[in-house]
């Protein structure tokens, strides 16, 4: 499994923040949107040009996850101590990244097209954490209605009610 390592000053929860920062100063860029639709058309079913819920939303990220992401490590050395959080548009120009990026890729995207979503983080072991993704299906959710974990290490997109000790916050 991919993961987050905790270095000094970078602990998961403040990565986590940083993404949930990142994702949500990105979705509110109105010239953003044409870019998180364009990236997102790819990925959808053939079902997603019927009907207005957005019933569509987790297959195509479910799909971007299991067949379009690369995951690539942070760079290697002390100059390079501690998370980046890539930027939304660095990381489809890259198309590969760690799970931070890709959470910040996806809830950005989301966001931006009406979806509810959140970043979360687990411990993994002593010194590491892994950062997850998660949204709602669909654009007219009630708000009631189940969060899906999307992460490239899933086969299907998993109810975040099945998973304990996951420290969410919504972006």
């Known amino acids: 499994m991919p993961t987050t390592k905790t270095q000094t000053g970078q602990e998961p929860q403040k990565v986590r923040n ?12 109105p010239q953003f949107r044409p870019v998180a639709l ?9 079902s997603a040009t019927t009907g207005e819920d957005g019933g569509w939303i987790l297959e195509a990220a479910q799909n971007y996850a299991l067949n379009g992401w690369r995951f690539v490590r942070e760079p290697a050395g002390e100059e390079f101590a501690g998370e980046v959080v ?47 993704f998660c949204c709602q ?30 420290h969410w916050a919504e972006v």
């Open 18 to 29: 940083t993404a949930v920062q990142m994702a949500r100063k990105w979705a509110k860029r």
């Open 38 to 46: 364009a990236f997102l058309a790819p990925w959808a079913p053939d």
């Open 86 to 132: 890539l930027s939304p548009c660095i990381t489809i120009q890259l198309n590969a990244g760690d799970c931070d990026d890709f959470a910040t890729l996806l809830a950005s995207v989301l966001k931006s097209i009406g979806v509810r979503c959140c970043i979360g983080w687990m411990s993994t072991g002593p010194a590491s954490a892994h950062i997850l």
């Open 137 to 166: 299906n669909g654009w007219y959710s009630d708000p009631e209605s189940p969060f899906y974990i999307v992460d490239p290490n899933l086969k299907n997109p998993v109810n975040t009610s099945s998973v304990k000790g996951i």
